[in-house]
């Protein structure tokens, strides 16, 4: 049960980083976005879900750093696609 944890953490991370993110660009929701960075969230859930399913126990600041390193992972994705996008386009 506690790796559910670790992995609902890791995905929770993700998920306020890309709110947050679409709340600070004032732009209208777009719901195909969204659902790019639910699915990074879910690669960050499955990882740290491995990652941690050969642990003997789950520590609440060990939560709390697969919340930050959901979240992190989420937006490490969201610039890096946007960098990729930009040198693909010839603006960088």
């Known amino acids: 049960m506690q790796v559910f944890y670790i ?3 890791a995905f929770a991370g993700g998920i306020v980083a890309a709110v947050l993110g679409w709340l600070d ?10 659902l790019s960075s639910v699915g990074r969230a879910l690669v960050a859930a499955a990882a740290f879900a491995v990652g941690y399913s050969y642990s003997n126990g789950i520590t609440p600041l060990e939560i709390a750093a697969a919340f930050v390193a959901g ?20 603006d960088k």
């Open 7 to 9: 992995a609902l953490a």
């Open 71 to 90: 979240a992190g992972f989420d937006v490490l994705g969201n610039r890096g696609i946007g960098a990729l996008k930009a040198i693909i386009k010839g």
């Open 25 to 34: 660009s004032g732009i209208p929701f777009q719901p195909k976005k969204f």
